[in-house]
């Protein structure tokens, strides 16, 4: 009988060790699995947002680094002189437009936020046409709302929550 237990427990003792690899195996596909999901919401985010800028030519990159302690106001992304990346070119992202090309090198550019307390935009209201001013300012964009000066809206049409975009009379912007 004791003979019996003792095999028992090394039967379990390995039936253990092999239900602890599958349980790794398994962490591992499912991390796996996750990666890609995380990827592939990525990529349709990406695609989004090429059909809505289909106009304009585009090249994908990743921020690679920032220079300060607040990501927002400046960051380095992976493409640069050799991927046709030249200073002044927007910078867009999920929700559109977040920055400019100030600086580039050969596989590097320095791109300034939008929102950066330094940061100036025209641009206009989109279902009124309406012109504006946004500028960059860091505690209210932290409450989800932006400041803007200069709009004149003598029909009284413009209300919160309108969409903004970049007006066709800047310099350094493209327009929409």
Do not use: C
């Not at 009124?128 to 000066?149: C, F, H, K, P, R």
């Amino acid at each position: 009988e004791m003979v019996e237990e003792r095999r028992s427990v090394n039967e379990l003792i390995e039936e253990n060790l092999a239900l602890q690899e599958q349980i790794d195996a398994l962490t591992n596909e499912n991390t796996l699995l996750m990666q890609d999901k995380y990827e592939l919401s990525n990529l349709r985010e990406l695609y989004e947002l090429d059909l809505q800028y289909s106009e304009y030519e585009k090249i994908g990159a990743r921020i690679i680094a920032s220079n300060s302690s607040n990501w927002f106001n400046s960051f380095i992304i992976d493409k640069g002189t050799d991927d046709g990346i030249m200073v002044n070119m927007n910078v867009i992202a999920g929700s559109g437009l977040v920055g400019i090309v100030v600086e580039t090198g050969s596989n590097w550019a320095r791109v300034n936020s939008i929102i950066n307390d330094s940061s100036y935009v025209s641009a206009s209201v989109l279902h009124t046409q309406d012109n504006m001013v946004v500028s960059g300012d860091m505690q209210l964009i932290e409450q989800g709302v932006i400041a803007y000066s200069q709009l004149i809206d003598e029909e009284g049409l413009v209300q919160k929550g309108d969409k903004i975009v970049t007006s066709n009379i800047s310099d350094k912007y493209l327009p929409g």
